[in-house]
């Protein structure tokens, strides 16, 4: 069983940065993909970024490529996403999710979920 628990999240201006993380702990070695997803209101969980375990590989969502990064320590079982020039239509609810998984942007591939940390970008 894995845990995790996302946290960094608040509220920032128009522009302004944050940095996600999210705490891992149990059996980490058994999930090949890590990511990060969000759901703004009124609005289905989309993919966000993703991150292979050995971090050599990364996807992201069109929207967020050249202003979020994802990476891992794995000595430390963390998942960090530096958020950077961020706009209001980035604010949702963002979870951290992490599996034995096929297809990074499918959902349902992923057996473990945070229960998610709230980004709030003001106008």
């Known amino acids: 069983q894995v845990q995790l628990v996302e946290s960094g999240g608040g509220l920032v201006q128009d522009g302004g940065s944050l940095r996600l993380s999210c705490t891992a702990s149990g059996r980490t070695f058994d999930a090949n993909i890590w990511a990060w997803f969000r759901q703004a209101p009124g609005k289905e969980r989309e993919f966000v970024a993703a991150i292979t375990y050995d971090g050599l590989d990364t996807h992201y969502q069109e929207s967020v490529k050249g202003r979020f990064t994802i990476s891992r320590d794995n000595d430390k079982n963390m998942v960090y996403l530096q958020m950077n020039n961020l706009k209001p239509e980035d604010t949702a609810v963002y979870y951290c999710?992490?599996?034995?998984?096929?297809?990074?942007?499918?959902?349902?591939?992923?057996?473990?979920w945070g229960q998610g940390t709230q980004v709030t970008v003001s106008s």
């Open positions: 999710a992490a599996g034995r998984v096929r297809n990074v942007m499918w959902q349902t591939d992923y057996d473990h």
